[in-house]
């Protein structure tokens, strides 16, 4: 695994300011949207027909957005597209089908896609998974889903984004990203051995690497920032055994789900994806990582303190180096 010089047990940010807003850490997505008209923007949101993917596309359509649910099974959409159907004011949502697993699947989603897009919300992703798991093209399936077919897909819709003039991408990342810098030598896990929240944690690592290479679009209008929607339960979980998930004080006994406190619903979780997707303050912002609502600090080491983004996310230099094996792998497929 690739290393990071650190500082450890300290925090700080470089470059801009840090940028806050109003809304607290439980805010729900309407709060975060509410009074905003986005009356002839066009969406895509990846995992839309569940969880807080559901929840961003019910915002983003219920102010007036044309959202597509880019989903492996669109008929699990179809719930959803009839509830927003019968709302006053909401935009057109329909179904598409993206297998995320599968880059080809990405690159034919792009290739299908007529005029411009304005929002792009990177959510699909899949947690965990017990054993060692490839794709049909070899690559470890954490690290297919929830990076490498978002990173097919943006690509290949760059012109589309671009034609919009003013495009945002937002990237679901998670707090699991902090421990895990990317490692180039083995990221699909042929040599060390497989461990699931290493293979998750890279996952995310590779998406807030991919916001900050996505600088390279800046001229031509189009943004990008991750975030961290925080603890919900959802059906990203799914793959966590009992005892697990007791471990972690969200199951009783019985099998029971049982949030803790600083849990948030699903509703609350899609809040900050809707605010990077859609708010005003976040025009012109690029290449930056936000959690319960506000931008996060730079995080070097262990300080001891939940949240923020880990330096190692933000390097430039493994940035520019994971767009290029991005790339490279694209042209295999």
């Not at 080809?104 to 989603?109: C, K, L, Q, V």
């Not at 299908?112 to 947690?127: E, H, K, Q, T, Y």
């Amino acid at each position: 695994m690739t290393t990071n010089r650190s500082r450890s047990g300290s925090s700080a940010h470089h470059g801009p300011a840090l940028l806050t807003t109003p809304f607290g850490s439980h805010a729900s997505a309407h709060e975060v949207i509410e009074g905003l008209d986005l009356t002839g923007s066009r969406a895509v949101v990846t995992g839309g027909a569940s969880g807080i993917g559901a929840r961003t596309v019910r915002a983003l359509a219920a102010a007036g957005a044309e959202v597509t649910v880019a989903t492996r099974r669109p008929e699990t959409a179809e719930p959803l597209i009839s509830e927003l159907a019968s709302v006053d004011g909401a935009g057109r949502v329909h179904a598409a089908a993206l297998d995320l697993s599968d880059a080809a699947s990405a690159t034919a989603f792009a290739r299908a896609w007529r005029g411009p897009l304005d929002i792009l919300v990177a959510n699909a992703g899949i947690m965990a998974l017990p054993a060692r798991t490839l794709t049909a093209g070899g690559w470890e399936a954490q690290l297919a889903t929830n990076y490498l077919g978002h990173f097919a897909l943006a690509t290949a819709l760059h012109t589309a984004m671009r034609d919009a003039g003013s495009a945002r991408v937002v990237v679901v990342s998670s707090g699991a990203h902090r421990d895990v810098p990317f490692d180039f030598e083995d990221p699909h896990f042929e040599s060390r051995p497989y461990d699931p929240w290493a293979a998750y944690g890279q996952s995310k690592t590779a998406g807030m690497l991919f916001t900050v290479g996505a600088r390279r679009w800046t001229a031509d209008g189009i943004t990008v920032n991750a975030l961290n929607p925080g603890y919900i339960l959802t059906g990203l979980q799914r793959h966590l055994d009992d005892d697990t998930m007791r471990a972690f004080g969200v199951m009783d006994d019985e099998g029971n789900l049982k949030p803790l406190p600083h849990y948030k619903t699903p509703e609350q979780g899609a809040a900050t994806s809707v605010l990077l997707a859609a708010s005003p303050l976040l025009k012109g912002v690029t290449g930056r990582y936000f959690e319960d609502n506000q931008e996060a600090r730079t995080v070097y080491g262990d300080d001891g303190r939940p949240g923020g983004v880990g330096a190692h996310a933000l390097d430039p230099e493994a940035a520019n180096r994971l767009w290029e094996y991005g790339t490279h792998g694209l042209r295999e497929v």
